[in-house]
């Protein structure tokens, strides 16, 4: 099954998700067995925006990141400065790593083998887009 980058970290994210759900058997090893299948490329992808992130980001003079800011100035952990001159191109190679596409395999999810009186967010049911069939 052919995935685009983006696809694979919203359907690991989603997998995730279901993972602290109890599901009959057959069920929960399908989507143990694709989260397992995913992982590889969640990490390798995870990898590349690093490499793009470290090119882009603004350093201070120790070359330590600096953090992005609120709309009040104040300092946002997690989040990393990107140089306005340089957003544009930072932007265009995240986009294309997400648009780009990976073949996996075991991850398909068939909806009919979800029992009816499983309930699920329309969000995470967005997330699985990728790897839903039925």
Do not use: C, Y
Not at 21 to 50: C, D, H, M, V, Y
Not at 107 to 117: G, K, Q, R, Y
Request: net charge negative.
């Amino acid at each position: 099954m052919k995935l685009t980058n983006q696809h694979v970290m919203d359907a690991l994210s989603g997998l995730n998700e279901l993972s602290n759900e109890k599901f009959p058997a057959k069920l929960a090893w399908k989507i143990q067995t694709a989260r397992l299948s995913l992982e590889p490329f969640a990490k390798t992808l995870n990898e590349q925006l690093g490499t793009v992130r470290d090119k882009f980001a603004v350093k201070d003079s120790e070359g330590n990141f600096v953090l992005g800011v609120n709309e009040k100035g104040e300092p946002v952990e997690g989040t990393i400065q990107i140089g306005r001159e340089n957003l544009g191109a930072f932007n265009k190679e995240v986009g294309d790593l997400m648009e780009l596409e990976v073949e996996v395999n075991n991850v398909a999810l068939d909806i009919a083998d979800f029992p009816e009186s499983v309930e699920i967010s329309p969000n995470n049911l967005h997330s699985l887009r990728g790897i839903l069939v039925g």
